[in-house]
């Protein structure tokens, strides 16, 4: 199963485009930033389950979109591929976008609990973006990413499977002590 998940808006600078289905071309999840492309490739095939269709005009508020079909990222000679798979061997693939705020460029992105598969990023008019994909391994598996411009202890955009939270430096270790001695 794949999230596409898109952080809050911070800014009216810039925004990408998130992580969308487009059929342009040939089939793959595509996103865009400020001068940079990013690209998913699926197999040859491959068609989402999604229950409503997640927006690629970078405006939206919708944070969260999902494609139910059952899928894996596998390696290949030359690319990562999304590839469908029977539900019991389901992996929880996050195509995430981050949207940084007026000259808050991240100072952190790390994975907990899974891998980072691809990360590209890029800067216009000072407003960082970052494209990733993300598989992650078990249950309290997190990606979280940490700026320290917006407030003088900085902020937190944390991604699990089940939701997406924003908060201080601070809270977000005590948060972190919580979720993994759980």
């Excluded at 810039?14 to 490739?41: D, I, L």
């Excluded at 990606?143 to 201080?168: C, H, N, Q």
Aim: with cysteine; hydrophobic share 35%; glycine share 8%.
């Amino acid at each position: 199963m794949i999230k596409l998940m898109y952080s809050a808006e911070k800014t009216n600078a810039f925004r990408p485009t998130p992580w969308h289905w487009s059929t342009e071309n040939f089939p793959a999840y595509r996103g865009a930033g400020a001068r940079y492309s990013a690209f998913q490739a699926v197999a040859s095939g491959y068609t989402p389950k999604f229950g409503e269709k997640p927006s690629s005009d970078g405006y939206s508020t919708q944070r969260i979109a999902i494609d139910a079909q059952p899928s894996a990222i596998v390696k290949t000679a030359r690319t990562l591929l999304v590839v469908p798979r029977p539900e019991d061997r389901d992996e929880k693939i996050l195509l995430i976008t981050l949207r940084g705020g007026f000259r808050g460029a991240y100072s952190r992105i790390e994975v907990v609990g899974g891998e980072i598969f691809f990360q590209r990023g890029g800067n216009m008019h000072c407003c960082p973006t970052e494209h990733l994909v993300v598989r992650l391994n078990d249950e309290k598996g997190y990606l979280f990413a940490e700026t320290g411009r917006r407030s003088s202890v900085g902020t937190v955009e944390i991604f699990t499977w089940d939701d997406y939270k924003v908060m201080p430096t601070e809270e977000f270790e005590q948060w972190r002590e919580l979720h993994c001695s759980n």
